[in-house]
Structure formats: structure tokens, C-alpha cells
């Protein structure tokens, strides 16, 4: 139903600006009044100490507590799927994890009232988790977010988070708990903007998943007052308050439209002229990839293996390996999956591989590097492929992440094709991409992470808020690697493939399609949309659409120009 100026409630919206613009992450056209998240609990400061008699009692209460919060949320992921339905089920750990609630009652045995532990137990835990930094430290907003909602339920008040409202609505917040971005509605919450979150922070995963048009990284949200009918557009990243009601419902109509032609679109991925490119799905364990299957995605173009081992503490063996990789090669029979060794360190630590203590985790012993801290671990990963390999009658590609030198590319390839595996590299660091043919002598396909090789060309950490302008995949530096990358496969006349967040923008799938890669992995939720988009161009126009792109100053010029060449 179209938004009309009566069905929505007018706040004063003086001193907000009239448009506000941040990082585009989930395309998509929204329209409503804006609505926020109910204010966290309080957290008081002073504490009574509780006696001796009454602090089994307390611990207990306490436990029971967590033990509450925990159901909610497991409750909540069994209603969900996919990735929502895993943040949910982690954060269910996380309220139940055993080192936490022991910390917490050893509080309380020692004198600490309930609320007083869960508090100071959680900056204990956050402050450790800060200084492991990577995905350690982005868990603090989770933890945090537990300790809140095991507040709320010690002091008998609701759990904080998003009320459902009442007409579609527009949610702006500084930055979500992946519990709260996991439970949306997208029939209720129909656009979500953040001033914090990146390109790929929980938050733009989810919306992803669910399909909410979704802009981060924004200045500016504080000014808008709950109520205020904006319109956000999840694809150039602008927020408008107040616009003319008949012009943004047309637009809601049209995007609608598109989201329409996205549904019938079945595959498989070419341009209007027939010009193919694989559309394929980045999956993280065989129920992903089942998932996947339910899309028009005709393969796997990223099974990201650490995925499955972040909550081990020791090296899991061959065969379990083997029947973890066996599931997906099962999920993709007789189609091609690329299989990704572990990428682990930096935001990804795993338990069983010691990383040393960094000072710049991101360009430290992450990725292939890793074999000097874990000698050994490559190797039986890539036995592990070859038996699921073997156990499938499948034959998939395997790539190594974080590859910067031509000999590292020949090592791991050789690794590889002595287990009648497919070997290839990932470019995610410019040298890769600087020597690409070189590389290319050595492997037979490459694939380009636009995430890190984004991270590592504009030196800006792709966690960062502040510098999601600078990760912003649309940037020409980032652009022009991509395309340096993509002549060298053209010359060799090898594949090359793009499996970061990049090749989930429909747009810019055209430009990357535009600039020679050969094949788009994106997030299962983002395939349709993809290969719709790229089924109305031509192959000519993608590649006028890359030069309108390669020579933009900037992310927001190259849209523009890009949009104005697409249409
Ligand atoms: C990338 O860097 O673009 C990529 C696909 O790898 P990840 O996001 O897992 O680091
Ligand atoms: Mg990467």
C-alpha cells in the first residue's frame, strides 16, 4: 500500500537535513516514517552488597537469567534461517557460555548482586576480547548486547531492542546488535540505516539476507526525528526526509518492479547478448550451500572453510574435515565449487592455530601465511578436499586466500595439483593483482576478494566505520587492480572470478562484468538481483559502464557516471 502523507505522523524535522547520505549496502528503494530502537536499560552504578545467606540464592537467579535470554534468542533462530538464524544461535552460546556465567557467579559467591556481576563480567570479558582483536573484538557489541537483555530480565523489564511498528518503517540506528538485525521483519521494517557498520559488518550481511535495502556508515542520522517520512535508497546510499510523498512512492514502485524481474529471473547468468558469466553463491558450510541451491546461484564461487572451525579449540582431523567439504560438493553435485583453505588470523582467529601477537593483525601471519605457525595445516586441509573429493566423485577448485608473491602462488599450486586437485589463488593484495600473469603461469583460475584487496589498496581497515568511504568497492583505485587482474586472465585465457562483497551490488556487476571477469560469487540472497540486472545490458554496455567507471574520481562520481550509462 502506498504511503500516503496522512498515514504518516509529521514530527518538527527542523535542523535535520534534507539528505543524508552513507555507504550503500543492500539495494533497494524504502520508504516511511523513521522509527528507532527502544532505549537500552540503565545501568546503575551503585550496588548493594548482598549477604552471605543470600548469595546462592542470587547466583541462581542470575543463571536463570542468562538461561532465559539464551531460550528467547535459540526461540528466535529456529523462526529465522540462515545467517540470521546462526548470529542468533552464537549469541544464544554467548549468554550461556560457561567462562562468562562462572566469572559472573564467582561475582556474585563473592558478595555481587546479580545485576553487578553481569555488568562488570562483561567489561572483563570485553576488555579481553578488545585486545584479540579481529572477530574477538566485534563480538563486544554482542556481549554487551547479552549483558543488556540479562538486565532487563533481572530488573523485570522488557527486553530492549525494535518494537514492530505499526506501517512500514524506516529504521535508523547508530548501530544494531546482529541479535536485533537478525529478528527484523522485513514486512515492518522496510529500510535500515546506521551511522556505525561497514560494508561487511553483521549488520549488512543480515540486511542482505532478509532483503532489507540497507545504507551504513552515515552522518547525520541523530538529526532525524522518529516519525519523519524519509526515503532511503539501499543502492547510491542516499537518505532524503521529508521528500515529495507521490515521487517516493514512485519510486517504491519501481524498485518493487525490479525486485519483481529479480524473482523470475532463474539463470544462468549472461548478458542481454548472451555473453555468460557464472552467477555463483559464497557459502560457509553445507547448510549454506543447501540454501544456495533454492537460488538460481549455478555453483559455489566461495566456500569460505574457516567458517566451519570458529568455535574449535583443536584442529579438526582429516575425515571430519572430509565430511564437512563432502556436504557442500554434495549440496553442488556435478556443478563447480571453489573451496577456500583457511583463512585464518586477523578478523578471523581460529583456537587451534597459535597467532602470534601482532600489532597490525590484518597484515600479520593471516591467510597462507599461516603454514609457518601451523606447519602442517595446509596440508592435511587440502588431503581433507581431496577425500571429500574422492568420497563425491566431485572435482572442485581450491584456493588459498592473502597471496602476495608469485612463489607462494607456485607452492600452493603444487600443493594442490599433487592431489589431482584445481588450484588457483585469491588477488586480495594489490601485488597479486600487479602481477597477475605472472601468477597466472602457476594456477589455473584467480579469484579477486574486493573486500581485502578494497582493505589493503586504500590502506583503510575494512572494519571501520570512519573509513567506509575508503572500503567502498565502487573506488576506482580498487577498480582499476580489478581490471589490470582481468586482462592478465583474458591474456592467459584463464578465469577470473570476483568473490567479494563487490559482485553483490547489481550494478557494479555490470561494471565488473564490464571490465573482464568471467564469473560473480555474491551472497545466496543477492544472486537473483545480480543476474537480473546483468540479463538487461549488453556486454558492450558493461564495458562502457567500466571505463565510465575506471575514470571516476571517486565512489559516488563512478556510480553516478555508471548509472547514467546503464540507465
Ligand atoms: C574478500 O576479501 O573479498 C573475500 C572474499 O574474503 P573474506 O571476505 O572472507 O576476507
Ligand atoms: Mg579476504
Same mark, same amino acid.
Given at each position: 500500500?502506498?504511503?500516503?502523507?496522512?498515514?504518516?505522523?509529521?514530527?518538527?524535522?527542523?535542523?535535520?537535513?534534507?539528505?543524508?547520505?552513507?555507504?550503500?549496502?543492500?539495494?533497494?528503494?524504502?520508504?516511511?516514517?523513521?522509527?528507532?530502537?527502544?532505549?537500552?536499560?540503565?545501568?546503575?552504578?551503585?550496588?548493594?552488597?548482598?549477604?552471605?545467606?543470600?548469595?546462592?540464592?542470587?547466583?541462581?537467579?542470575?543463571?536463570?537469567?542468562?538461561?532465559?535470554?539464551?531460550?528467547?534468542?535459540?526461540?528466535?533462530?529456529?523462526?529465522?534461517?540462515?545467517?540470521?538464524?546462526?548470529?542468533?544461535?552464537?549469541?544464544?552460546?554467548?549468554?550461556?557460555?560457561?567462562?562468562?556465567?562462572?566469572?559472573?557467579?564467582?561475582?556474585?559467591?563473592?558478595?555481587?548482586? %546479580?545485576?553487578? #556481576? @553481569?555488568? +562488570? /563480567?562483561?567489561? !572483563?570479558?570485553?576488555?579481553?576480547?578488545?585486545?584479540?582483536? $579481529?572477530?574477538? *573484538?566485534?563480538?563486544?557489541?554482542?556481549?554487551?548486547?547479552?549483558?543488556?537483555?540479562?538486565?532487563?530480565?533481572?530488573?523485570?523489564?522488557?527486553?530492549?531492542?525494535?518494537?514492530?511498528?505499526?506501517?512500514?518503517?524506516?529504521?535508523?540506528?547508530?548501530?544494531?546488535?546482529?541479535?536485533?538485525?537478525?529478528?527484523?521483519?522485513?514486512?515492518?521494517?522496510?529500510?535500515?540505516?546506521?551511522?556505525?557498520?561497514?560494508?561487511?559488518?553483521?549488520?549488512?550481511?543480515?540486511?542482505?539476507?532478509?532483503?532489507?535495502?540497507?545504507?551504513?556508515?552515515?552522518?547525520?542520522?541523530?538529526?532525524?526525528?522518529?516519525?519523519?517520512?524519509?526515503?532511503?535508497?539501499?543502492?547510491?546510499?542516499?537518505?532524503?526526509?521529508?521528500?515529495?510523498?507521490? %515521487?517516493?512512492? #514512485? @519510486?517504491? +514502485? /519501481?524498485?518493487? !518492479?525490479?525486485?519483481?524481474?529479480?524473482?523470475?529471473?532463474? $539463470?544462468?547468468? *549472461?548478458?542481454?547478448?548472451?555473453?555468460?558469466?557464472?552467477?555463483?553463491?559464497?557459502?560457509?558450510?553445507?547448510?549454506?550451500?543447501?540454501?544456495?541451491?533454492?537460488?538460481?546461484?549455478?555453483?559455489?564461487?566461495?566456500?569460505?572453510?574457516?567458517?566451519?572451525?570458529?568455535?574449535?579449540?583443536?584442529?579438526?582431523?582429516?575425515?571430519?574435515?572430509?565430511?564437512?567439504?563432502?556436504?557442500?560438493?554434495?549440496?553442488?553435485?556435478?556443478?563447480?565449487?571453489?573451496?577456500?583453505?583457511?583463512?585464518?588470523?586477523?578478523?578471523?582467529?581460529?583456537?587451534?592455530?597459535?597467532?602470534?601477537?601482532?600489532?597490525?593483525?590484518?597484515?600479520?601471519?593471516?591467510?597462507?601465511?599461516?603454514?609457518?605457525?601451523?606447519?602442517?595445516?595446509?596440508?592435511?586441509?587440502?588431503? @581433507?578436499? +581431496?577425500?571429500?573429493?574422492?568420497?563425491?566423485?566431485?572435482?572442485?577448485?581450491?584456493?588459498?586466500?592473502?597471496?602476495?608473491?608469485?612463489?607462494?602462488?607456485?607452492?600452493?599450486?603444487?600443493?594442490?595439483?599433487?592431489?589431482?586437485?584445481?588450484?588457483?589463488?585469491?588477488?586480495?593484495?594489490?601485488?597479486?593483482?600487479?602481477?597477475?600473469?605472472?601468477?597466472?603461469?602457476?594456477?589455473?583460475?584467480?579469484?579477486?576478494?574486493?573486500?581485502?584487496?578494497?582493505?589493503?589498496?586504500?590502506?583503510?581497515?575494512?572494519?571501520?566505520?570512519?573509513?567506509?568511504?575508503?572500503?567502498?568497492?565502487?573506488?576506482?583505485?580498487?577498480?582499476?587492480?580489478?581490471?589490470?587482474?582481468?586482462?592478465?586472465?583474458?591474456?592467459?585465457?584463464?578465469?577470473?572470478?570476483?568473490?567479494?562483497?563487490?559482485?553483490?551490488?547489481?550494478?557494479?556487476?555490470?561494471?565488473?562484468?564490464?571490465?573482464?571477469?568471467?564469473?560473480?560469487?555474491?551472497?545466496?540472497?543477492?544472486?537473483?538481483?545480480?543476474?537480473?540486472?546483468?540479463?538487461?545490458?549488453?556486454?558492450?554496455?558493461?564495458?562502457?559502464?567500466?571505463?565510465?567507471?575506471?575514470?571516476?574520481?571517486?565512489?559516488?562520481?563512478?556510480?553516478?557516471?555508471?548509472?547514467?550509462?546503464?540507465?
Amino acid at each position: 500500500m502506498p504511503l500516503t502523507d496522512d498515514s504518516l505522523h509529521r514530527p518538527t524535522t527542523t535542523g535535520a537535513p534534507s539528505e543524508l547520505r552513507g555507504t550503500p549496502v543492500v539495494p533497494g528503494v524504502a520508504y516511511g516514517p523513521v522509527i528507532r530502537p527502544a532505549p537500552r536499560p540503565d545501568l546503575p552504578t551503585e550496588h548493594a552488597t548482598v549477604p552471605d545467606t543470600a548469595r546462592e540464592a542470587e547466583a541462581e537467579r542470575f543463571v536463570t537469567a542468562a538461561g532465559a535470554v539464551a531460550k528467547r534468542l535459540r526461540d528466535r533462530a529456529s523462526a529465522a534461517s540462515g545467517a540470521a538464524s546462526e548470529v542468533l544461535l552464537a549469541n544464544a552460546g554467548l549468554a550461556e557460555d560457561r567462562g562468562w556465567i562462572g566469572a559472573a557467579t564467582g561475582r556474585i559467591r563473592g558478595g555481587s548482586d %546479580a545485576v553487578a #556481576a @553481569a555488568i +562488570a /563480567t562483561t567489561e !572483563q570479558f570485553a576488555t579481553m576480547f578488545t585486545r584479540l582483536g $579481529g572477530l574477538m *573484538a566485534e563480538r563486544v557489541t554482542d556481549l554487551r548486547d547479552i549483558r543488556d537483555r540479562v538486565v532487563a530480565e533481572l530488573s523485570g523489564h522488557p527486553e530492549p531492542g525494535i518494537e514492530l511498528p505499526d506501517v512500514p518503517s524506516v529504521l535508523l540506528a547508530e548501530d544494531l546488535a546482529p541479535a536485533d538485525t537478525a529478528g527484523l521483519d522485513p514486512t515492518r521494517i522496510v529500510g535500515l540505516a546506521t551511522t556505525l557498520g561497514g560494508p561487511t559488518s553483521h549488520t549488512a550481511i543480515i540486511a542482505r539476507q532478509l532483503g532489507i535495502p540497507c545504507v551504513v556508515a552515515t552522518t547525520g542520522l541523530d538529526a532525524v526525528p522518529a516519525g519523519t517520512p524519509v526515503l532511503l535508497d539501499g543502492s547510491t546510499g542516499e537518505i532524503r526526509t521529508d521528500p515529495d510523498p507521490n %515521487a517516493a512512492n #514512485a @519510486a517504491v +514502485a /519501481t524498485d518493487r !518492479q525490479e525486485r519483481a524481474r529479480a524473482a523470475a529471473w532463474t $539463470g544462468p547468468g *549472461a548478458t542481454a547478448d548472451g555473453h555468460p558469466i557464472a552467477i555463483l553463491a559464497n557459502v560457509q558450510d553445507g547448510a549454506g550451500a543447501r540454501a544456495a541451491r533454492q537460488t538460481p546461484a549455478e555453483g559455489v564461487g566461495l566456500f569460505r572453510t574457516e567458517l566451519c572451525f570458529l568455535d574449535r579449540d583443536i584442529e579438526p582431523s582429516v575425515a571430519d574435515q572430509a565430511g564437512i567439504y563432502a556436504e557442500v560438493l554434495t549440496a553442488y553435485a556435478g556443478r563447480k565449487v571453489v573451496v577456500r583453505t583457511l583463512d585464518a588470523g586477523s578478523d578471523k582467529p581460529l583456537r587451534f592455530v597459535t597467532h602470534p601477537d601482532e600489532h597490525n593483525p590484518a597484515l600479520g601471519v593471516r591467510g597462507i601465511r599461516i603454514g609457518a605457525t601451523a606447519p602442517g595445516i595446509l596440508g592435511r586441509q587440502l588431503d @581433507a578436499v +581431496a577425500e571429500a573429493a574422492a568420497r563425491t566423485g566431485q572435482s572442485p577448485w581450491v584456493m588459498a586466500p592473502m597471496i602476495s608473491t608469485v612463489a607462494e602462488a607456485a607452492d600452493f599450486a603444487a600443493q594442490v595439483r599433487a592431489r589431482d586437485l584445481v588450484p588457483g589463488v585469491m588477488v586480495e593484495v594489490p601485488a597479486a593483482a600487479l602481477l597477475a600473469d605472472r601468477i597466472l603461469e602457476h594456477v589455473e583460475f584467480l579469484s579477486i576478494g574486493t573486500n581485502d584487496l578494497g582493505q589493503y589498496t586504500m590502506a583503510a581497515d575494512r572494519m571501520s566505520p570512519q573509513l567506509a568511504t575508503l572500503t567502498d568497492p565502487w573506488q576506482p583505485a580498487v577498480l582499476a587492480l580489478v581490471a589490470r587482474t582481468a586482462d592478465a586472465g583474458r591474456a592467459a585465457g584463464k578465469p577470473v572470478g570476483v568473490c567479494g562483497e563487490a559482485a553483490a551490488d547489481p550494478l557494479l556487476a555490470c561494471v565488473l562484468t564490464g571490465l573482464g571477469v568471467t564469473s560473480l560469487s555474491c551472497a545466496a540472497a543477492a544472486v537473483a538481483a545480480v543476474g537480473a540486472r546483468l540479463a538487461t545490458v549488453t556486454l558492450d554496455r558493461c564495458r562502457s559502464a567500466a571505463d565510465a567507471a575506471l575514470a571516476a574520481s571517486d565512489p559516488a562520481a563512478a556510480r553516478e557516471a555508471v548509472a547514467r550509462v546503464l540507465g
